[in-house]
């Protein structure tokens, strides 16, 4: 994986395809009417470094990307170092925790597939404005309308 774009027409995602979410993240982004690339954590892995940055950028640790009930023989409340961390998400990319999304300046690690929903350049969840085109229906339309 080289350096992660940063383009705003594009939308990056770090997500593994195993888990329920990965299943239907990949839906969700190509509505976006962004370009998407989908990092798929099972055929590549970020370099620890990148997780670093990843988690620099983030405010967390490592560790905050990873679900321990995936994890056989560890627990969130071990001693690992970021590298043991990285060592973890790669022989179990099934444990990360929702997805990475890298897209222009902004960076998020997102846990729900509607949180995807404010990377769409949409008005109103999608329904067209016309009050700018057409003049506002102020006519009685039932008799039990009124207007002062």
Excluded at 26 to 35: I, N, P, T, V
Excluded at 77 to 94: G, H, Q, R
Aim: one cysteine or more; aromatic letters at 8%.
């Amino acid at each position: 994986m080289g350096v992660i774009s940063r383009d705003k027409g594009q939308i990056n995602c770090i997500y593994a395809s195993e888990s329920d979410f990965g299943k239907q993240l990949e839906g969700y982004l190509e509505s976006s009417g962004k370009d998407i690339l989908m990092i798929n954590l099972s055929k590549t892995m970020p370099t620890p470094t990148q997780w670093q940055e990843l988690a620099k950028e983030l405010k967390t640790e490592i560790k905050e990307f990873i679900d321990f009930s995936e994890v056989e023989n560890a627990e969130k409340d071990s001693n690992f170092d970021a590298n043991d961390y990285v060592t973890i998400l790669e022989n179990n990319p099934k444990s990360f925790k929702g997805a990475i999304i890298v897209n222009g300046n902004k960076t998020d690690h997102i846990k729900t597939v509607t949180e995807v929903l404010s990377y769409f350049d949409i008005d109103s969840s999608g329904l067209e404005k016309t009050l700018h085109t057409k003049d506002p229906n102020i006519d009685k339309t039932t008799e039990n309308d009124n207007f002062v």
